[in-house]
């Protein structure tokens, strides 16, 4: 993910004082805590040979040094090029009093105080630690929590600032005194790497078996865990940021057991390999892919999977596979046993045979477990063991996802490895918290004009999803130090994060503003490219409420910081059954029957479906099918009427599946007269007449999205025609479509319009807390 650090300050033209002795102060702003700072900064000043030290605070860090004019101004010079987990935003300087006292550089202690900084995000394990894990004469050989001051868990591990490990799950594993010498050395690369622990004196395994208490380690546990995984069992394991479930991905067996125990029929698994090697022949993997999946990030990756390959019950129906390489110590240790425990890295770059489902260890709809105790009890009907640790997760974070496209990537889900970087937003404001979204939350909050977004947090269809967003909330304000001055929510009233909103709100004595749906969805478009003008804005989205109380999700829209007008909007389809509509495609089938004027054909074409008649019934006589102009909804229509999905399994199903129909075909033609255009409504009816009688499901896929992006450019060129506006800001969760965004871009390129796209965060609800942070700080 792009780096939001900005240039250092230039720095002042050289001058005959160049040898005159002068003490500088330097604040470092930005992401300089727990990432190796201090003593890449104390390394600097030993070789430039200054005095003074440095400190974390509240702040960031603090600098004092002393020497002469040149070296000074080296050392500034240098820090342009930090430890690479660093992200320094901003240098400032003054010049201080020279004293006469001082001797060396020191590193002091941290100072308590209101925090104005950020904490890093967790990230994988470095090369250095991995060289020593797989030596066997290194004392921390196949020590499974193995981390230095550039790697390892942070965000997780830590429950507030300054980043201490007082402050943090270690704060339970006093140092031995190997450790403490390593921690207390500026030299040594594990300098106050607070996570820093061996197995004399740190975090264990701990294993549970269905027939062996919790806590109770085996001599080995890792050899066990892979003999139960090579047998076709499930074994739950603790990553970096909860509970993982892994099973043998060759074994068909063991991939549908899965799938039975944790009720998931079709939504696709991850898999997990030992590098990019082992993937090579299962999908296509370019430059841009590799560089993803190996990123300190460790984001599972969507790849398209290769022609042939055949892995059964991994992703059902759909042309992707999402790709995991290590992210935690102990999953490069099952790799290493899988090998035959190899000693040194040869074995590391060289293709592995070994390849795991892993995904998150949650029941559908509920948050993901982090403590033992827990995982043991949520997971009793699913796993058949449980490895877990002793070494507490303070923050649940689960795999973020990306999509790799044209050399780029998308955001599919923010969390493990990218939360909580800081993002700027376009200009200042008063302190902000917004509440997101019901679906694929995550809770954002402002400070001057810097936001963080929280991970990932789900669906809060639960108690126990809404009790972790509270914790998620409450994690987060601690560990920013930031004091909310506004409150900011969805529009929708009956949202349980617009509940939550409002009691926060009531609680603190603060206001609180809740801003249309879509109107944020842009919004955070439109904050992550920094325009802060007039604009355009596509909203392609599942679900909304509109002004006027109706189901919106298909909107064109002109927007202007907290001012937002519907210039149109797609003809909108009857939902029959209201929101059983949402999952089950055939209905939104039936529904673009109707409206043809085919409802007598909806119970014959519908058949297999129990409720047909009744749906039928409803239609005709206009009973229960509120009206949504959702782009969402359009492509469940498409997908119901060619037979793609009748009934989904898990969100957005039918459009994913019709992705990938198309993408088999590649390019079409737009459909001539698939839509007509009037007052600012789209109707795409003759596009969905057309689909009604086609065979070719492939062909006629990839006809309605060559359909569509031709009916959105001329909407759009109408509306640019319209309002002289010539930005445009796409949003909402159909912009994952790949097929439909990539043509959408080059049509508008040709008309020489600028098409602004999410791009650090998720187009869908799960980055709509940005576009809430921007609308909710520019309130009067």
Known sequence: MKSLAEPVAPLPPADARASESARWRLRLRGQVQGVGMRPFVWRLAQRHG????????GDGVLIEVQGTRAALAAFRAELRTPPPLARIERVECSEQPLQAAARGFAIVASRVGAAHTGIAADVAVCADCLAELF????????????????CGPRFSIVARL???RANTALAAFPPCAECAAEYADPADRRFHAEPLACGQCGPRLLWRARAAELGAPLADVLAETLALLRGGRIVAIKGVGGFQLLCDARNAAAVAE??????RPAKPFALLAANAASFAGLVELDVASQQLLEAPSRPIVLCRQRAGVELAG?????????????AAPLHWLLFHEAAGRPAGMAWTTQPQPLLLVCTSANASGEPLPIDDAEAVTALAGIADAV???DRAILARCDDSVVLAHGGGFSCVRRARGWAPQPLRLPRAGPATLAFGADLKNSIGISRGDRAWLSQHIGDLGSVAARRAQWQALEHLLAVLDVQPARVVCDRHPDFASSRAAAEFAAAHGLPVYAVQ???AHIAAVLAEHGHDGPALGLALDGFGLGDDGAAWGGELLRVEGVHCQRLGHLRPLPLPGGDAAAREPWRMAAAALHVLGRTDEIAVRFAAQPAARTVAALLARGV?????????RLFDAAAGLLGVCATMSYEGEAAIRLEAAARRHGAAAALAGGWTHAGGVLDLRPLLAWLCARQDVAHAAAVFHATLVAALAEWIEWAVQTSGIRCVAVAGGVCLNRVLLDALHASLETRGLRLLQARELPPNDGGLAFGQLWLGLQQT
Do not use: E, T
């Not at 030596?135 to 550039?150: G, K, L, Q, T, V």
């Open 50 to 57: 200054l005095d003074g030290w440095v400190g974390n605070d």
């Open 135 to 150: 030596d066997p004469a290194a004392r921390r050989w196949r020590y499974p929590f193995i981390n230095c001051s550039h």
């Open 162 to 164: 300054p980043y201490d």
């Open 258 to 263: 899965l799938r039975r125990r944790k009720q």
């Open 314 to 326: 991994i992703a059902p129906g759909l042309d992707r596979l999402g790709c995991l390489l290590p």
């Open 387 to 389: 490895l877990g640790s």
């Open 517 to 519: 749906h879509h109107h």
């Open 624 to 632: 229960h099918c509120p009206p949504s102009s959702s782009a969402g």
